[in-house]
């Protein structure tokens, strides 16, 4: 059983990031999308709101034999792929100002559980300027995010925005 996480904030969830889930669904049996609940950071959605928002949108992901769930964590990213039985950690890395950051998170998880390994994918190019935040910052102000989150992520957000 090869077992992944793919851990992030997702908020909220983007293009980018079903693109990573789509590309590493060959790779491995089953993967987590695994929501942090990090109290520090001032959300736009709640945790339960992001699970509840990837738990929909997740069954469209092309995703052939892979099984895909979504849970949250609190805490270290390696405690919960090791309490999950996972064999790795998914992240996607977009344009190399990623790298760095990617590279002392992937090295800081190894030192803490050394069997687990960081697999990198990179998005498809058109998603390459795509991360949550200027989403939300693009979104906020008015501007057009269609093409770039799903559909009902734009939705939720004009929710949020009432
Ligand atoms: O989507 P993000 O915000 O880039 O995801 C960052 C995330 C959640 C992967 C990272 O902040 C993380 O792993 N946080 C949990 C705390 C932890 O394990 N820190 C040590 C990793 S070096």
Known sequence: MRRAIFPGSFDPLTNGHLDVIKRSSPLFDEIIVAVLNNP??????????????????????????????????????????????????????????????????????????????????????EYSYVSSTLMKQVFLLGGRVDGLIPELVESRMHEKKK
């Open 40 to 125: 520090d950071k001032n959300p736009m959605f709640t945790v339960e709101e992001r699970v509840a928002i990837i738990e929909e949108i997740i069954p469209s992901v092309e995703h052939g034999s892979c099984r895909l769930t979504v849970d949250s964590f609190s805490g270290l990213t390696a405690e919960f792929a090791k309490r999950r039985e996972a064999i790795a950690i998914v992240r996607g890395i977009r344009a190399v100002s990623d790298y760095e950051y990617e590279l002392r998170m992937a090295l800081m998880n190894r030192k803490l559980e050394p069997t687990i390994e960081t697999v990198f994918l990179m998005a498809d190019e």
